[in-house]
């Protein structure tokens, strides 16, 4: 066997012993992100495409039309295409941080030996928020071309890239995903992702702006209240999909003014709730 | 060599809810370079004294100490010093059997070039070099246990932590597993490791810790320990009937009987320096009205021990 020699003490300062490990648990994550990343993109695009082939392709095909004439078609197509691109990166905060999480705390406990890192434990969720992070951007960066391409002829999305936007909006809309997907899994058992789906997952994505506007919402009133429309400004996903609107389209939008400091908002808040949870689970 | 590389002093842990504490007032030290047992029966507290001293565990009162680190105030540098077996499978699913080596090098701040040159060193020394681009999901339980030992050396820890690492493997595995702890130890590594089997920690610890509802019963060499019980013979008697009657004649009678238990019907009694022990009992029986339907002479082991302390067996 091996000569030992043993680490009577420790060798390295708390803070380099920190950083060494942030970079080994990311290492790993893009490791296993490279050996799978065929079934990565499989899972990533199946959503946007079938999104895009139903309302883009299917429909004017057949007539109904969401908007109505062609032109209201391809108008339609502007406004769900950043709308795909937004979903898929909360996706994938629900499907690489979430749903992972969920299993690792669940039945393979490999979260146990994670937390041995020689680190604080904040810093493990830390590294899987920055690792899903990472993920949303490739995400956005594989759905925005084929979410841009799938289409009936005539239903054409009008696309302006507006770089700016687009190198700030999208990752800080993936760190924001990503944190709701810390909290979400650390929040949810194993066996009550069912509920995660049906009660927050699909409410958050069918009420997130992706197919609409927020502006457009403005006629849902009872008297003179624009309830829906108010309502769901609590909701994360609408900000990220009216970013998308403004990096990716001359469509209208919310005010940038409001999409950076919100969104930077809901990051902090998952952020600091995730890290909150993932040391209650860990620690005992 | 004597330097203590776990202290604890009243470390005690009270989970939120319960009553009673899993770990009361444990006072411990472990030196370097000895094999240390935890040995009680489940719930005695061993899986939460391991856990407050791998961070883990929140204790409620008192301190610990990993190689004069305290564990609740630089629990990451404690983990820096610690390598951990912990009772299920933490290997990652997601990597093959190198790279589970190769990435625990990463984490713990080795580069690239060392961490490759230890992960095939140590899946050599552990007869898994074979396997190394297989799944976890294709070793046996002794193999992913063995591979989890290794991964838990591969930074050279200070002091090696094994919760109940032999539960659930087959008896081969079991000495496999011993034996390389024992190797281990041999070339200087403290380790700590908690059982409620106690051939494990009479076989393999240099002292053993015995525990139950959070104290420490009895802390010695399993020799010590297995001397403190006065008895060099242990004989058990199974008889059809009146086993008290028995135990009576054989306290009154055989001499040198340190104590009798009956349990059921099996009598069993703790002896010193008697002769012809067996025809004496055979014939002591057959005076009390009581027949004989199995009879066994054997040493005292910690099990001996840990019913002379508890009035109750360790596997129940
Ligand atoms: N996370 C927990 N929450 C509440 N009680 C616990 C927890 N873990 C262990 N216990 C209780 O603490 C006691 C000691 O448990 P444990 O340390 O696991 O013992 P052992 O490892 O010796 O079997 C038991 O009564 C157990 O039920
Ligand atoms: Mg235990």
Not at chain 1, 183 to 211: C, D, H
């Amino acid at each position: 066997m091996t000569t030992f020699r043993i680490e009577a003490n420790p060798t390295r300062s708390a803070a380099t012993a920190s950083r060494a490990a942030l970079g080994g648990l990311i290492a790993r994550d893009l490791t296993v992100l490279r050996k799978t990343f065929g079934e990565f993109v499989l899972r990533t695009l199946i959503q946007p495409f079938l999104l895009c082939f139903v309302f883009l392709y299917v429909f004017p095909k057949i007539g109904q039309a969401v908007g109505g004439s062609s032109a209201g078609a391809a108008g339609f197509a502007t406004i769900l295409v950043p709308g795909v691109v937004g979903i898929s990166i909360m996706f994938q905060g629900v499907q690489s941080i979430a749903l992972a999480m969920a299993q690792e705390f669940g039945f393979t406990r490999e979260i146990e030996d994670r937390v041995q890192a020689p680190c604080p434990i904040w810093l493990v969720a830390v590294s899987k928020v920055l690792s899903g992070s990472v993920q949303g951007v490739i995400a956005a960066a594989i759905v925005f071309p084929i979410a841009a391409v799938v289409h009936a002829s005539g239903v054409t999305a009008t696309v302006s890239l507006h770089w700016l936007e687009i190198v700030t909006l999208v990752p800080l809309a993936c760190v924001a995903m990503a944190s709701l997907g810390l909290v979400l899994g650390t929040s949810f058992e194993p066996r009550n992702i069912g509920l995660m789906f049906g009660f927050v997952v699909l409410p958050i994505t069918f009420l997130g702006g992706t197919y609409y506007p927020w502006t457009h919402l403005a006629p849902v009133t009872i008297g003179h209240v624009h309830w829906l429309q108010t309502l769901v400004l609590l909701n994360p996903l609408i900000y990220v999909n009216e970013g998308m609107r403004a990096a990716f389209t001359d469509a209208p939008h919310m005010h940038l003014y409001v999409i950076y400091p919100v969104l930077v908002g809901f990051a902090a808040l998952f952020l600091s709730i995730g890290l909150r949870n993932f040391r209650r689970r860990v620690l005992s | 060599m004597a330097e203590d590389v776990i202290v604890t002093e009243g470390l005690t842990k009270v989970y939120e809810g319960m009553d009673a504490p899993a770990v009361d007032h444990l006072d411990l030290t472990v030196c370097a370079g000895e094999v240390f047992g935890l040995l009680g029966p489940n719930g005695a507290g061993k899986t939460t004294t391991a856990g407050i001293l791998t961070t883990r565990v929140v204790p409620t009162a008192g301190r610990a100490f990993v190689a004069g680190i305290d564990v609740v105030r630089h629990p990451a540098l404690v983990k820096q010093v610690s390598g951990i077996v912990s009772q299920q499978n933490t290997l990652d699913r997601q990597l093959t059997v190198w790279e589970n080596l190769y990435f625990h090098g990463r984490l713990f701040g080795m580069g690239g070039r060392d961490s490759r040159a230890r992960a095939d060193e140590l899946l050599e020394s552990f007869s898994l070099t074979k396997w190394s681009r297989a799944s976890v999901y294709a070793l046996s339980g002794g193999m992913a246990q063995r591979l989890m030992v290794a991964r838990a050396i591969f930074h050279r820890p200070a002091v090696l932590f094994l919760d109940e690492p032999t539960a659930g493997l087959d008896p081969q595995s079991r000495l496999a597993l011993w034996e390389m702890l024992a190797e281990l130890n041999r070339e200087g590594q403290t380790v700590v490791l908690t059982t409620h089997y106690m051939e494990e920690a009479d076989q393999l610890c240099d002292r053993v810790a015995i525990m139950d509802h959070g104290h420490i019963l009895a802390l010695d060499t399993p020799d010590a320990l297995k001397r403190s019980t006065g008895a060099d013979t242990i004989l058990t008697v199974k008889v059809d009937r009146d086993g008290e009657r028995l135990a009576t004649a054989l306290a009154r009678d055989l001499g040198g009987v340190v104590s009798t238990r009956v349990a059921g019907d099996v009598v069993t009694v703790q002896v010193r320096g008697a002769e012809r022990l067996v025809p004496r009992t055979v014939d002591l029986a057959e005076a009390a009205g009581v027949a004989v339907l199995d009879l066994a002479v054997a040493e005292p082991s910690l099990e001996t021990v840990f019913i002379n302390l508890t009035g109750k067996e360790l596997r129940e």
